[in-house]
């Protein structure tokens, strides 16, 4: 069985910082692919940012600068670290993972639950 357990989300001002976390389990973490992607109110799901190994990073053009991926393989968790919110970045974040790098919800075999994350102005 493979789970992914998000936690972290909250409410927070604009500008302020939040840090998420996703453990994860049944699965080879070391060898996947971990995405967070976010889906807000009335929107498409969509991805934020990507960690695969040897280090390498993808990031959306509305995160860039702002969010930082990062993942520690002997505690099987990726974080998302996110700087200078603003309300735009209200939604449910996921977490997600594969075997091999893609950028689109629909190509990833699992799922963690949610996390909400509410900026307000």
């Known amino acids: 069985q493979v789970q992914l357990v998000e936690s972290g989300g909250g409410l927070v001002q604009a500008g302020g910082s939040l840090r998420l976390s996703c453990a994860a389990s049944?699965?080879?973490?070391?060898?996947?692919?971990m995405g967070w992607f976010r889906q807000a109110p009335e929107k498409e799901r969509d991805i934020v940012a990507l960690?695969?190994?040897?280090?390498?990073?993808y990031y959306a053009d509305s995160v860039k600068g702002r969010f930082t991926v990062s993942r520690d393989n002997s505690k099987s968790t990726i974080y998302l670290q996110m700087n200078s919110l603003k309300p735009e970045d209200t939604a449910v974040y996921y977490c997600?993972?594969?075997?091999?790098?893609?950028?689109?919800?629909?190509?990833?075999?699992?799922w963690g639950q949610g996390t909400q994350v509410t900026v307000s102005s």
């Open positions: 997600a993972a594969r075997p091999g790098i893609a950028f689109h919800p629909w190509e990833y075999d699992y």
């Open positions: 049944g699965l080879t973490f070391n060898s996947y692919v």
């Open positions: 960690s695969w190994s040897g280090g390498g990073t």
